[in-house]
């Protein structure tokens, strides 16, 4: 029995202390390194790349929204020159309007009618944002986002209860 | 065996160290050769571009929204010298498209100022001529691609940029002035609110490194201004002056519409106008500043018209009532100078109707006399003559009220004042002046804008008073009389259904050898309907030849104005306003 016990204990020893079983873990340890350095290669690129994508397409986006606002700006000023005084009164004369002279005006009492008041002229206040415009992960660096992942508190689920 | 596997092994190893070892050597040498410091500096130089953001200028509105100056969008067409391919083809297609010289264009190309990179070959292009040069260097460019080498237009760029517009032409040119193309207003609105029309650029820094976007600021536009100006009024009263100098063979004129109960100005009509959107035209149009605008900025002797403020001060002071009468033997000797009537003629006795009706010289200058030169420059005084009213429109002058103490003024002076001359006012002061008679003794300061939009939000812009020099009784009275008397001489100034008070002016013109009997400036200031006024008239024709009389002339132009701005207006005849009134 002792002598079964003995041999279990070398046969243990002998497979710790084998050769090929050392080179594994080294081997081991040294990839489970390059994959975590691969991991947050790849992570960094993945939130570079997109960062960048992002910022481009606010560039673009811009460009787009100044060129947008020359046109409504283009717009506004061919709609003004299309309805101007001149061109309004060649139409209503082509369409066979007449200037209305004094003597043909008739003014009628409505009980009750209140004249229209002047309209107000301006559009309503545009919205403001109530945070900055500029989310977080176009500023923050890796080991910021990081640092904000490992401090933010778990999910706390929402289903309220009944007592 | 093992050790010959073993040797192998180790020297190929030695060698992959080596050259691992040598590439991390090269790395860092590369990263502090003198090259990679000069492409650290041009990265550096390169991160970061300093834009400036120019805010749109502010918009112009009349009172019902119609859009008198806007923005419209043109083109910088420039050429990238460090970039171009081919000078003599940019030349030559910028040349025909957009009118220019090519051969100018290529010189300018080929001779660069010092240190210079982007040529401007042409700036302020129609948005319609860039479109087109834009195509034609996109076919270009593309027939370039598939051929495999660089298009002949390489280096040809365009930048758009917002220019002023103005879509209703010469209308309302004298109260909006204009922009030029370095962005500064000039006269008018444009020149008075310039500041706040431009609103404030912005720099901003900004990465070129897309990850690294910042947020643009958001660069607010200029305030956009509603004016109290009713565009179609304007143009009608446009229309009218213009007839009028042509029937009376003015040589030019203005005419203005205000509102007695707030000092809005509804129309203002000078000539001669221009089409500002070619504000280049000025100095072949104009001599002087003062012409631009002449309801504001050019000072004249406006005779009779005054008469309404020499009465008012006279009503109100008490020196007379309207049933007062007086002598008119023809000739009154003041100051070592005889005053005679406009027609040399005695009006033997007369009532302040009749005083006002026959527009008697003589009347005014014995109420002056009566009153005293201290009581009635304080009253010309509080009236406004000789100040500035205020009219939020550039270029404004103040004229001249000669008062005692003044070198150059003499007693015959109080007199001539009295019916308006030798005293210089501008038709905006007298609208002013006399709109203490329309509306129950409380002066209006005249003013242009009605409203201010920014962020969204409308200013409304409220009367502003300007003092109260006679009684509202004095203006009630005054107003009475001027009404009768304009009945009484059946006068051209008359509006079918409406009453109407107002005056007639012909002032003779000073020159440097004394009056010109053969030159005057006609003029009329009316306002109605006389129980509840709601528009002010002011009409100035210069030089006439038909007729050298406002009553001839100003008169039924006033009548004519008067007509049009009660349609429009919508203000109803007097008997119906007054059923209305007593249900």
Not at chain 1, 7 to 22: E, G, L, M, S
Not at chain 1, 41 to 70: C, E, F, K
Not at chain 2, 268 to 287: G, V
């Amino acid at each position: 029995m002792q002598n079964v016990n003995y041999t279990v204990d070398n046969f243990i020893h002998a497979y710790k202390q084998a050769p090929w079983r050392i080179q594994m873990q080294w081997i081991g340890a040294f990839l489970l390194g390059i994959f975590g350095l691969a991991l947050v290669a790849a992570l960094y690129l993945d939130i570079t790349s997109q960062a960048g994508i992002q910022g481009r397409n606010i560039q673009d986006m811009t460009a787009q929204l100044v060129v947008i606002q020359h046109t409504n700006a283009d717009l506004q000023n061919k709609l003004a020159e299309t309805t101007s005084t001149y061109n309004m009164e060649q139409r209503a004369l082509a369409l066979g309007y007449q200037p209305i002279e004094p003597s043909q005006v008739e003014y009628i009492i409505v009980p009750g009618y209140a004249a229209p008041k002047p309209a107000i002229l301006a559009v309503a206040p545009a919205l403001k944002p109530a945070a900055p415009s500029e989310p977080p992960e176009y500023t923050q660096s890796l080991i910021e986002w990081l640092d904000q992942q490992l401090r933010m508190p778990p999910a706390i689920s929402m289903i309220g209860i009944a007592q | 065996m093992r050790q010959e596997y073993a040797w192998r092994s180790l020297v190929l190893a030695g060698i992959l160290g080596f050259v691992g070892v040598s590439i991390i050597l090269q790395i860092i040498r590369i990263q502090n050769s003198p090259e990679a410091a000069t492409f650290r500096r041009q990265t550096a130089s390169q991160a970061n571009i300093t834009e400036t953001y120019y805010p749109d200028r502010g918009e112009i509105y009349d009172r019902n929204g119609h859009l008198l100056a806007g923005n419209k969008t043109v083109y910088e067409v420039s050429v990238d010298l460090n970039n171009v391919k081919d000078k003599h083809a940019i030349a030559l297609t910028v040349g025909v498209q957009l009118g220019l010289n090519p051969d100018t264009l290529y010189s300018q190309m080929m001779n660069p100022p010092d240190g210079v990179q982007t040529l401007v070959l042409a700036d302020f292009v129609d948005s319609d001529k860039a479109a087109m040069l834009q195509q034609i260097k996109a076919e270009t460019d593309k027939q370039a691609a598939a051929a495999g080498h660089a298009s002949s237009l390489t280096g040809l760029g365009f930048r758009a940029h917002p220019q002023r517009s103005y879509p209703e032409g010469a209308l309302a040119s004298n109260v909006l002035g204009f922009v030029t193309r370095e962005g500064r207003g000039y006269f008018g609105v444009e020149e008075k609110y310039n500041d706040l029309l431009a609103g404030n650029k912005v720099n901003v820094t900004v990465p070129t490194d897309p990850s690294k976007a910042v947020d643009i600021p958001r660069v607010p536009n200029g305030t956009t201004l509603i004016l109290t100006i009713n565009r179609d009024l304007q143009a009608a009263t446009e229309q009218i002056l213009d007839e009028s100098l042509t029937k009376y063979g003015a040589q030019h004129g203005t005419i203005v519409v205000m509102d007695p109960r707030t000092g809005e100005i509804l129309s203002l009509a000078s000539s001669p106008r221009m089409d500002i959107n070619q504000f280049w035209n000025y100095t072949s149009i104009f001599h002087n500043a003062s012409e631009y605008d002449r309801a504001i900025s050019m000072p004249y002797e406006p005779g009779s018209v005054i008469k309404v403020l020499t009465m008012a001060a006279a009503l109100d002071s008490g020196t007379v009532v309207p049933s007062s009468t007086y002598l008119d033997t023809g000739a009154l000797l003041i100051g070592g100078a005889t005053i005679h009537n406009w027609d040399m003629q005695a009006w033997g006795i007369q009532d302040m109707v009749g005083c006002l009706q026959h527009s008697l010289n003589i009347c005014m200058a014995t109420l002056s006399e009566k009153m005293g030169a201290q009581n009635f420059y304080g009253y010309m005084n509080r009236f406004g003559i000789g100040h500035l009213t205020g009219v939020d429109l550039a270029g404004e002058a103040a004229g001249r009220l000669k008062v005692p103490g003044d070198g150059d003024w003499y007693p015959v002076d109080l007199a001539t004042n009295a019916f308006g001359q030798g005293v210089s006012v501008t038709p905006i002061q007298l609208l002013m002046a006399a709109s203490s008679v329309a509306n129950n003794g409380r002066m209006v300061t005249p003013h242009i804008l009605y409203a201010m939009l920014r962020d969204g939000r409308q200013y409304n812009v409220s009367a502003q008073y300007a003092g109260s020099p006679i009684t509202a009784n004095t203006a009630h009275t005054l107003s009475q009389m001027l009404a009768t008397s304009l009945e009484n001489e059946a006068s051209g100034a008359l509006v079918p259904g409406y009453r109407i008070a107002g005056k007639t002016g012909t002032a003779q013109i000073p020159t440097q050898f004394g009056y010109d009997s053969a030159l005057t400036n006609a003029s009329f200031i009316g306002w109605g309907p006389v129980d509840d006024p709601k528009f002010m008239i002011y009409v100035w024709l210069e030089k006439p030849t038909a007729s050298i009389w406002g009553s001839d002339t100003a008169a039924p132009t006033f009548a004519l104005v008067a007509q049009k701005t009660i349609l429009m207006l919508n203000i109803p005849p007097d008997n119906i306003r007054n059923q209305v009134a007593k249900p």
